[in-house]
């Protein structure tokens, strides 16, 4: 057949390698070396809500205009479960969850996790697999959990299943979270919103907005 791409010369450059490397492991699956530590004692207690972690977040803040609302509920261990509601203002295809929302509600299940350790860290890298679509007015039902911790690297996974908590699976992700200090938040932030933060009279509030935080 005329035109065929099998019958054009590989641009130069594009040869396969005479040896591939060996298969790497994803910089999300947790080293050997990495442990699972005891819930800290500031965890909230099993079955309790892990509460918004800042007011004004797009994934769990209750005052975001637009933003997902979240809720997240402590598990047993270093698990965490939560559930996201797909809307019509949530659409990609019609009718159909849009996969960047789908991602920020794993992203923030997981970023969850993190106050179990009582750790704040942001998102370093987050992997996602789409297993099937997931129609407008579904109820994602996320479960999470720590796989490992390394120095200030915090593994963990999780899956969203449809049709109810033990309902298919829908989506799976996998995620780098990077401990940090405050300043990773005061040196970076719009000046305004951390001081907002830094002035709000609940102190609960204000350290959950820097202790653990996107
Ligand atoms: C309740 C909370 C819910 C939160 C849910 C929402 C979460 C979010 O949306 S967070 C917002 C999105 N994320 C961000 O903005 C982070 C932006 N990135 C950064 O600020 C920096 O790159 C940061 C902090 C991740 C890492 O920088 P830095 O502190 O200098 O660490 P660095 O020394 O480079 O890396 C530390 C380790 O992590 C590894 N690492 C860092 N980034 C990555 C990455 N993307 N992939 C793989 N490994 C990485 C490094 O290789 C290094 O490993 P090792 O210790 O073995 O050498």
């Known amino acids: 057949m005329t035109g065929s791409i099998t019958s054009q010369p590989a641009p130069k ?14 910089p999300t699956t947790p080293p050997q070396e990495a442990v699972l530590p005891p819930r800290a004692p500031e965890a909230p207690a099993p079955g309790t ?24 509920v402590a598990g047993e261990g270093l698990d965490v479960t939560a559930e996201f509601t797909v809307g019509a203002g949530h659409q990609g295809g019609p009718g159909l969850a849009h996969g960047g929302l789908l991602t920020t509600a794993m992203d923030e299940t997981l970023g969850s996790l993190n106050w179990l350790l009582h750790a704040a860290a942001v998102t370093g890298r987050l992997e996602t697999d789409f297993v099937r679509p997931v129609p407008v007015d579904s109820v994602l039902h996320i479960r ?13 996974a999780a899956e969203g299943r449809i049709g109810g908590p033990d309902g298919p699976v829908a989506i799976r992700a996998q995620a780098l979270f990077i401990q940090v200090k405050l300043e990773h938040f005061t040196q970076h932030g719009r000046p305004e919103d951390i001081k907002k933060a830094l002035d709000d009279p609940d102190l609960f509030k204000r350290a959950r907005a820097f202790e653990v935080n996107p």
Do not use: N, W
């Not at 450059?13 to 994803?26: F, T, V």
């Open 144 to 156: 999470a959990r720590i796989t490992g911790v390394h120095g200030r690297k915090i593994y963990s």
């Open 13 to 26: 450059g594009s040869e396969q390698p005479a040896e591939r490397p060996a298969a790497q492991l994803s």
């Open 49 to 72: 809500l892990v509460g918004s972690h800042y007011d004004h977040c797009f994934g769990c803040g209750p005052q975001h205009p637009a933003g997902l609302r979240m809720t997240v």
